[in-house]
């Protein structure tokens, strides 16, 4: 009987350290997961952080390049005006005329660029696109028509720049 009580305490150590070793295997193959996981975040977290700042400099380079680009469309007119100002000679209607020019010269531009003008005298009122400043009683216009356009208004597509300030009829 000697002999089988040392059996069975040779078996009961060879099945307790078996449980021991494949917790330890088990540990060792969670921890080389969790390095691996925490290795991919933190590759993807510095991914991310360039992305990031190639956006930002790439918005701040879009920024720039527009303003170049609409800067180099208007500095003719900006020419043109100091022609007209530092020209002793001309006469009131040459500047007159020099004037119209510009502001044909502008208008194209911004035309160009898909900027659309709006606010005439006759149009239907409408609070989205005009802010009607005054008001008057006048029976040759229909109600609620612009009578009087004191700014034109702006506006890119329906994106209204500036509203267009005007006098109200009826």
């Given amino acids: 009987m000697a ?5 069975i305490k040779t078996e009961s150590t060879e099945t307790a350290q078996v449980p021991v070793d494949e917790s330890a295997q088990k540990l060792e193959n969670l921890q080389a997961e969790y390095d691996s996981l ?6 993807i977290l510095a991914e991310y952080d360039n992305f990031r700042k190639r956006s930002q400099k790439d918005i701040e380079a879009r920024v720039s390049y527009t ?4 800067l180099s469309k208007i500095l003719p007119v900006i020419d043109n005006f100091e022609r007209a100002a530092f020209n002793a ?8 005329k020099g004037i ?10 911004l035309t160009g660029m898909g900027v659309e003008a709006f606010g ?19 029976d040759s216009f ?6 009087d356009v004191f700014m034109k208004g702006y506006k890119i597509g329906d994106k209204v720049i500036r509203p267009a300030t005007v006098k109200v009829a009826n």
Wanted: hydrophobic share 35%; proline share 2%.
């Fill in 3 to 7: 002999k089988k009580e040392k059996d």
């Fill in 38 to 43: 925490n290795d991919k975040y933190m590759r």
């Fill in 67 to 70: 303003k170049t680009d609409i």
């Fill in 89 to 96: 000679e001309a006469d009131f209607d040459g500047y007159k």
């Fill in 100 to 109: 119209e020019m510009t502001v044909t010269q502008f208008i194209e531009i």
């Fill in 120 to 138: 005439a005298v006759g149009e239907a009122f409408d609070p989205n696109f005009h802010n009607g400043v005054m008001h008057i009683e006048d």
């Fill in 142 to 147: 229909d109600e609620n028509v612009i009578a």
